[in-house]
Structures are given as C-alpha cells and as structure tokens.
Nanobody, 137 residues
Framework: QVKVVESGGGAVEVGGSLTLSCRIS????????VAWFRQVPGKEREAVAS????????????TYTESAKGRFTISADSAKGIIYLELNSLRLEDTAMYYC??????????????????????????WGQGTQVTVSS
C-alpha cells in the first residue's frame, strides 16, 4: 500500500523560505512521477512542480509552473523515498495547503511533461493529507 506523508509547512513572512518534504512508502512501480499541488479554499487544486523518472542518466526530469520557476526547487532523495520542495522568495499568494501526489509515469503523463506541463491532479492516485503554508506581510 502506497503511503504519502507531507511535512514542513508553516508560517513565514513575505520573502521567506520553507522546505516541504514528501515521504513515500510502499511504492513498488519501476517508474514514477511525483508532483506538488496546492489549493486554497474555494479554488481548484493547482500544480506547482513535478519530478519524474524519465530524466537522462541518473538525473530526474523536473517540471515547474511559471509561478514556481526560479523560486521553487523540487528534488528527490531516492534512497530515503523523500521528495523535497524548497520554497524561496515566498509571496502572499503562495499561501495554500500543499499536497504531494505520486503515481506511475504513464504515456499520458509523459505527453504533458514532454510539453513542459505538469499532469493534472486527476492523473494521480496516491495523495498525502497536505501541509499548510501561510505567508504573511
């Protein structure tokens, strides 16, 4: 059984930084795609960044949304089964519940990623409970 657990959220001021962690256990598929999404009440869940196993050599492929590029960094510690999302230069609009999701790297997901886009939330079956990030002025 795949289990996904996020941690690392908290309250920071504008311009501050946080590092979120996503611990994944029980995952036995040979390919993977892990994505961070975020959601505020009343709005749809939106993608932030993803990392998948289709990279060249031992380097994972990473993908970011425009709002995350240059500020957020996604990385993986495969030995520990942890995916990190480093959040820098945080803005008020980054306030949200951040969710980690994972699933196999399917042809459908690869089509999105090949165009530089993160697959939609509906493409992922395994989710964590979320960790809250609150940015204040």
């Amino acid at each position: 059984q795949v289990k996904v657990v996020e941690s690392g959220g908290g309250a920071v001021e504008v311009g501050g930084s946080l590092t979120l962690s996503c611990r994944i256990s029980g995952y036995t598929y040979s390919s993977y795609c892990v994505a961070w999404f975020r959601q505020v009440p009343g709005k749809e869940r939106e993608a932030v960044a993803s990392i998948d196993s289709a990279g060249v050599g031992y380097v994972n492929r990473t993908t970011y949304t425009e709002s995350a590029k240059g500020r957020f960094t996604i990385s993986a510690d495969s030995a520990k089964g942890i995916i990190y999302l480093e959040l820098n230069s945080l803005r008020l609009e980054d306030t949200a519940m951040y969710y980690c999701a994972t699933d196999r790297l399917t042809i459908g997901k690869d089509r999105h990623l090949g165009r530089g886009a993160i697959p939609p939330a509906s493409d992922f079956n395994f989710w964590g409970q979320g960790t809250q990030v609150t940015v204040s002025s």
